[in-house]
Every structure is written in structure tokens, then in C-alpha cells.
């Protein structure tokens, strides 16, 4: 396995999904509590990261295993069969991972409580049920919610939490909810997005995401209403005083988002335009630091 296809194995691209709450929640902790610690801040990054670069190891394990076509498996969508990666490669990348958010994970709960350990249990037990159980979410209706909730309003929450420690009440989770929503939106989009792109092969394997349920016609159009409803939550954000004015700055970047998503409905081939999904969250993710960031000095 070459360094390259690793980072293929581990789904490298993907980490903006990760990067997306990182950034929001830090600058929302600056500038809602005008605290930031950075050891704990870059920490947490690095064990969010392994996180989902294990879960992504973990699904493609999985999906190896389970998968009852020798052309499925040697395809160009399952890395696994193409690079050729060896049991010892796979499961010692996915070891690996897991030992580091082990023991970043616990080191943070040290020094910033025990809110941080709970949500890293609810972490771990839908990044586990995502792929690793008889039935995983990633076969099932439910696989965008889940990664864009877990990945999207729990990092952003606890991003924000280990700069405040010990700070923790439901004023926060509230909040987070809105703060984040545009951010756990673009994330469910990128799953949506690849299962749109895997939409003939997970039908032949018997994956029932939520595109098999709705139709890919109907999930096309989905596609574009999700970014659409993540704008309005952050208009609903600055209405309620959860993000400053300034944050409304990420409108702007609805041409550009908008102009993706027309081009992956007109093609939504995993190869070339899933990357559409991606781009938009990291366009999407741009925009509203650019306005949490003009927020701390307006």
C-alpha cells in the first residue's frame, strides 16, 4: 500500500467534515464566552480528525467484508480490493487510530470533565453503529442525520465546551444547535452525495440508504434543500442573537454553492463531481468564519 492509497483508505477528503465544526466552534467560543485555550482546542482537533479518519477505515473494512460481489470489491470504489491493502495494513491503520483517540480523548476528559467523556461515548457508540453492527447506519435511511448531527452539532459542541471547561449547561446545547446547523447540513450532504454517487452498486448490494427509499430523482432535489435550509438556520441564528450580525456574510456564498449543486444534479457521478459536496462545505465553512472571525471586532 502506498502512502497515496492510504490516504485514499483513510478518505483524506473527507477530514472538512471534521474541519467545519472545529473552526465554528472555536470561534464560537471566543466570541459568545471570549474564551479560547489552544492545547485543548488543537487536541481535541487532532483526536476529532483519527476519529473520522477510523470510521471511514471501519466502513470501508466493513463494506469489504460484507460485499458479495468479486467486482464490487476489486472496483474502483472499494479501496480496499484496488490497492490490495493486506488485513495486517487495514486493521493495523484502524488499531492505530483508535489508540490515539483513546488517549487523547482521555487526557481531555482530565482536564476539562466529565461532559467531554459523555459526549465522547455518544461519539464513539454512533461512529461504532455506523458501520460495525448486523445492521449500520450506513446502510440504512438514517446514515446522513446521524453523521451530520454526530459530526456537525457534536464536534462544534464539544469544540466549543473544552475552551470553556467547566462550563456546561443547556443554554449551550441549545445554542449549539443553531450555531452549528448550517455546518452538521453540508456534512449530511457530503454522505448524501456519495451515496448519490454509489446509488446503482449499493442497490445491486443491498445497502437501503435514503436514496433507495426516495428515489434518486427525489434525493437530487433534496440535495439542493438541504444547503437552502442551512441558510435559513443561520438568518434564524442572528435573528435570535445566537451568531452576530456578521455572520449572515455566508450568504454570500450561496452563488457559488448553488452553481455546485445545480452541476452534481446534472451529474451526480461519483467521479468527477462528488468533490462538489466537499468543496461547498469548505466554501460554506470560509464564509461564516470569515463572518464569526469580522464578529469579534464589530
Known amino acids: 500500500m502506498t502512502f497515496k492509497q492510504w490516504l ?6 473527507s477530514l472538512v467534515a471534521s474541519a467545519l465544526p472545529l473552526i465554528l466552534g472555536n470561534l464560537y467560543a471566543v466570541k459568545t464566552y471570549h474564551l479560547i485555550h489552544p492545547t485543548y482546542a488543537i487536541v ?37 480490493g484496488e490497492a490490495g491493502i ?16 483513546a488517549i487523547g480523548g482521555i487526557w481531555l476528559v482530565t482536564v476539562t470533565g466529565l461532559p467531554l467523556l459523555f459526549m465522547g461515548i455518544i461519539g464513539f457508540v ?3 453503529w455506523y458501520a460495525g453492527t448486523p445492521v449500520p447506519l450506513s446502510r440504512t435511511p438514517f446514515g446522513e442525520l446521524a453523521s451530520g448531527l454526530t459530526m456537525g452539532y457534536l ?35 457530503i454522505m448524501l452525495a456519495n451515496n448519490l454517487g454509489d446509488f446503482e452498486e449499493d442497490v445491486a448490494e443491498g445497502r437501503h440508504t435514503l436514496a433507495f427509499y426516495l428515489g434518486k430523482a427525489t434525493t437530487l432535489k433534496l440535495f439542493g434543500w438541504i444547503y437552502d435550509a442551512g441558510y435559513v438556520m443561520v438568518i434564524i441564528s442572528v435573528l435570535l442573537g445566537i451568531l452576530p450580525w456578521t455572520a449572515l456574510i ?7 454553492v448553488h ?6 444534479q446534472a451529474n451526480p457521478a461519483k467521479n468527477p463531481n462528488f468533490i462538489l459536496a466537499i468543496k461547498n462545505a469548505v466554501v ?15
Open 259 to 264: 452553481r455546485n449543486v445545480r452541476k452534481f
Open 155 to 189: 464536534i462544534f459542541l464539544a469544540a466549543t465546551y473544552v475552551n470553556i471547561a467547566p462550563t456546561f449547561n443547556f443554554t449551550l446545547l441549545w445554542h449549539a444547535i443553531f450555531a452549528s446547523a448550517v455546518a452538521w447540513f453540508a456534512i449530511g450532504n
Open 8 to 13: 485514499k483508505f483513510i478518505e483524506i477528503q
Open 250 to 256: 455566508a450568504i454570500l456564498s450561496y452563488p457559488i
Open 44 to 80: 481535541f482537533a487532532l483526536v476529532a480528525f483519527a476519529l473520522q479518519m477510523a470510521v471511514n477505515v471501519w466502513n470501508n473494512l466493513s463494506d469489504f467484508q460484507r460485499a458479495t460481489s468479486d467486482d464490487w470489491k476489486n472496483g474502483v470504489n472499494n479501496i480496499i
Open 126 to 128: 454512533i461512529a461504532y
Open 284 to 298: 460554506i465553512s470560509i464564509f461564516l468564519a470569515l463572518g464569526l472571525g469580522l464578529g469579534l471586532i464589530f
Open 86 to 101: 493486506t488485513p495486517v495494513q487495514g486493521w493495523g491503520t484502524l488499531f492505530g487510530l483508535v489508540a490515539f483517540v
